[in-house]
């Protein structure tokens, strides 16, 4: 298989290397794997751009569903990047696991990491007893459109990662 390596500043293109600068200041580095995006000129403005549009899930929520989905697509860095932004976000070492493994002893949060699971699974389609379990607990049409928007972006770098192997760059999620 090919080998990617991440590239450098001075290996992408000028409106990669802004960017580039700017996750810099925002976080002191930049994420291998959002390096890795910028071999594309247009993809790393195009996917931050979707990446932190605006969505009727709050941060929790997201974050519940990006584990989950990331632990469904096996994806090391993406499970690695979002346990530590999961403990940012008020999550436990223990929460983070169940949420890996499509549960929460939050009702709702349960609702919405075992639909998430089965639409990952079953590339978007879903049991009719986990869509009514998440509008049972208050979810909305709203909510569920920007669910899956927001699978669609964590799917997307799951793959890039899984595709190209690059170097995880944030302390290693455990093992399930």
């Known amino acids: 298989m090919r080998t990617f390596a991440v590239p450098t500043r001075s290996e992408v293109a000028p409106v990669n290397q802004e960017i580039f600068d700017n996750l810099q200041k925002s976080l002191g580095f930049v994420p291998n794997l959002y390096a890795t995006i910028a071999y594309s000129s247009n993809g790393l403005a195009k996917f931050l751009a ?14 519940a569903v990006n584990l989950v989905v990331s632990q469904t697509n096996a994806c090391l860095y993406c499970l690695s990047a979002h346990t530590a932004i999961g403990k940012m976000n008020g999550f436990t070492d223990e929460q983070i696991l169940d949420l890996r493994r499509g549960k929460s002893e939050n009702p709702k949060l349960n609702a919405l990491v075992q639909l998430a699971a089965d639409i990952t699974i079953n590339k ?42 690059v170097p995880v760059d944030f302390p290693v999620a455990p093992a399930l």
């Open 124 to 165: 978007g389609r879903a049991s009719e007893e986990l869509v009514n379990a998440f509008y049972e607990q208050g979810y909305t049409n709203e909510n569920l459109v920007d669910l899956i928007l927001l699978i669609s972006d964590k799917t997307a770098m799951n793959y890039v990662h899984n595709l190209t192997q």
């Open 50 to 63: 979707y990446q932190n549009a605006k969505t009727s899930l709050n941060n929790r929520e997201k974050e």
